[in-house]
């Protein structure tokens, strides 16, 4: 292992919204507490992981409409449709380009991906710390996909 426990669960916390996953979610929070994080540090990973989902969903929405050859029908203010950035895609610390990483990988985003591995080198991240992201956000997107093929 490279990350040390609080920077896994960090990431974590914020794969595991990312991925959708309410039992994730409850059992990374409960560890990241465990293993030192705080409370605003909680919150922080989930926002970068919401942000990285949200981003996802842009680019695809905008991608579909393309594809059906239409135009975005409505302003959405932060985008990257009318060239502003929002609060998640400004560059962050070394742990939160980390777990936006993650995050992207795990909600299938290759833009966002690319983007922020290059800011995770910027900000200082080693291939290392990266590929164990990528790691932590397979595990729990299987999780995460497993318990809603239960479901089914």
């Not at 029908?73 to 502003?84: F, I, K, P, Q, S």
């Given at each position: 292992m490279i990350l040390t426990g609080k920077?896994?669960?960090f990431v974590s916390v914020g794969v595991s919204v990312a991925a959708g996953c309410k039992l994730c979610v409850?059992?990374?929070v409960k560890e990241a507490r465990?293993?030192?994080?705080?409370?605003?540090?909680?919150?922080?990973?989930?926002?970068?992981?919401l942000g990285v989902r949200e981003r996802a969903q842009r680019i695809m929405k905008q991608h579909g409409l393309r594809v059906l050859g239409r135009k975005l029908?409505?302003?959405?203010?932060?985008?990257?449709?009318?060239?502003?950035a929002s609060e998640a895609d400004a560059p962050g610390t070394r742990i939160d380009e980390l777990t936006a990483v993650a995050a992207a990988f795990a909600v299938s985003c290759e833009a966002s991906f690319e983007k922020h591995r290059a800011a995770a080198r910027a900000a200082g991240a080693t291939e290392e710390e990266?590929?164990?992201s990528v790691r932590i956000s397979r595990f729990i997107k299987g999780k995460a996909d497993s318990l809603c093929c239960k479901r089914i």
């Open positions: 920077d896994r669960e409850e059992v990374h465990f293993q030192g994080v705080t409370e605003d540090e909680i919150a922080h990973s989930m926002n970068v992981g029908a409505h302003v959405v203010t932060g985008t990257e449709e009318h060239g502003e990266i590929q164990e």
